[in-house]
């Protein structure tokens, strides 16, 4: 006479540990996936950045490359839009920490 | 560089100082064209043959290049022979103010576009007969190095400005903007920069006399001459020194209308002014406010 087949009780109690285990394997897989899916997601940008820094191996100037140097979007740089900006009538501006001038 | 390096961070920080020092009296050492055991002078030397050079010259000389190409040839790093022919060969402050006629006649740039950097071997070969100038460039990419280097050190607010190209990172010890004035009198201005860099080209300084011909130091490409232009400086505001010093050459070289043109096109802010003292205002440069009656 088999106990695992006799017992309800026994047998409901190796069921709910054999779905806990799938569980845990399930949330494992999981998390390995994600891990997996993340780290080719990174190589990915990784690539991509490298790709665009160093060019074709041989970069002749006279060859055609993307057009990148200048952020065309506007960003990277900023004014203070709430901040007065004076010209000529320099008097009650804020004193000037540095000068961008012919150099 | 033939220029002084300003770093303003807080005190705490000050012995980063001397990081910055050291970074750009390295890149001096290496880029000036007017020290012939420089590396650059070296390589000048040896036009028409490929020439091993090291990580910061191919890396400098690749983004020269870049900037060329971005601008069309506006900004052209390979016209050192053709400062040298203007009278241009050697550091600004040793420079007589009042020089001999020109001997040879005028010859167009645009040779950047047969320059070769291969990056397997790290060589340049530069067109006979041409040099590399890398001034303008160099100070732009050494001030962004130099904020990098900051930065990297942890200081949270700097400003590096090498003779006015100049990049800003965090913010100023009250907080807020970067105030910098721009421009040259009459007509200067104030302006709130809170991040990014500003970099100036223009006339103001370094004019010489060569025989009887007035010469300023932004050779057009085109001609191989001075710039004729009715500009008399470009500021451009951009993400880093490096770009804004070569927007703001492009700009002066193209002149008043197509520079405006070019600074809208590539999404930089600008100040133009011409010689007669009326300005443009490009992109989201800041309008000043009504001058004083």
């Keep these: 006479m088999s106990t695992s087949s006799a017992d309800p009780t026994l047998a409901r109690r190796r069921h709910l540990a054999r779905v806990d285990h799938l569980k845990r394997r399930i949330t494992i897989a999981s998390v390995a996936g994600f891990a997996a899916l993340f780290a080719l997601a990174a190589q990915h940008v990784v690539r991509g950045v490298t790709g665009t820094a160093s ?13 990148t140097f200048f952020d065309q979007s506007g960003g990277g740089f900023s004014f203070d839009d709430a901040a ?5 009538d320099l008097g009650s501006a804020p004193p000037p920490v540095a000068q961008s001038s012919v150099s | 560089m033939g220029t002084r390096v300003h770093v303003l961070l807080p005190e705490r920080h000050q012995a980063a100082v001397l990081a910055v020092r050291e970074l750009f009296a390295n890149w001096e050492l290496r880029l000036s064209r007017f020290l012939p055991d420089s590396e650059l002078s070296r390589l000048n030397a040896r036009a028409g043959q490929p020439v091993a050079v090291s990580r910061l010259l191919f890396r400098v000389a690749g983004v020269a ?17 053709q400062q040298v022919r203007i009278g241009y060969d050697r550091s600004f402050d040793e420079m007589p103010r009042v020089g001999p006629a020109a001997k040879a006649p005028a010859t167009a740039g645009g040779a950047w576009r047969d320059a070769v950097l291969d990056e397997p071997s790290r ?19 050494a ?18 400005s090498a003779g006015g190209d100049l990049a800003v990172w965090g913010a100023p010890p009250d907080g807020g903007a970067w105030p910098v004035l721009v421009g040259t009198r009459p007509g200067v201005q104030v302006v709130p920069l809170v991040r990014g860099a500003l970099a100036t080209s223009g006339i103001a300084r370094r004019t010489w006399r060569q025989g009887t011909a007035a010469r300023h ?15 008399y400086e470009v500021t451009v505001a951009a993400a880093t020194c490096t770009t804004a010093e070569a927007g703001a050459t492009a700009a002066f070289v193209l002149g008043p209308r197509r520079g405006a043109d070019f600074l809208r096109r590539n999404g930089l802010a600008g100040r133009l002014t011409r010689l007669d003292g009326t300005r443009v205002l490009v992109g989201p440069w800041p309008s000043p406010l009504p001058e004083a009656a």
Excluded: N, W, Y
């Design chain 2, 65 to 81: 290049v870049e900037a060329a190409r971005a601008t069309e040839g506006a900004f052209d790093p390979v016209l050192g022979s």
């Design chain 1, 84 to 88: 007065p900006t004076f010209s000529q």
């Design chain 2, 143 to 160: 001030v962004d190095a130099a904020i990098d280097l900051l930065g990297s050190r942890g200081v949270d607010g700097a400003l590096v």
């Design chain 2, 123 to 141: 060589t340049i070969t530069l067109p006979q007969g041409c040099a590399l100038d890398l001034g303008g460039i160099a100070k732009g990419m």
């Design chain 2, 217 to 231: 130091h932004i050779v057009d490409p085109r001609t191989g001459e001075p710039v004729e232009s009715d500009l």
């Design chain 1, 55 to 67: 060019g074709s191996t041989r970069s002749d100037a006279s060859t055609g490359a993307p057009r």
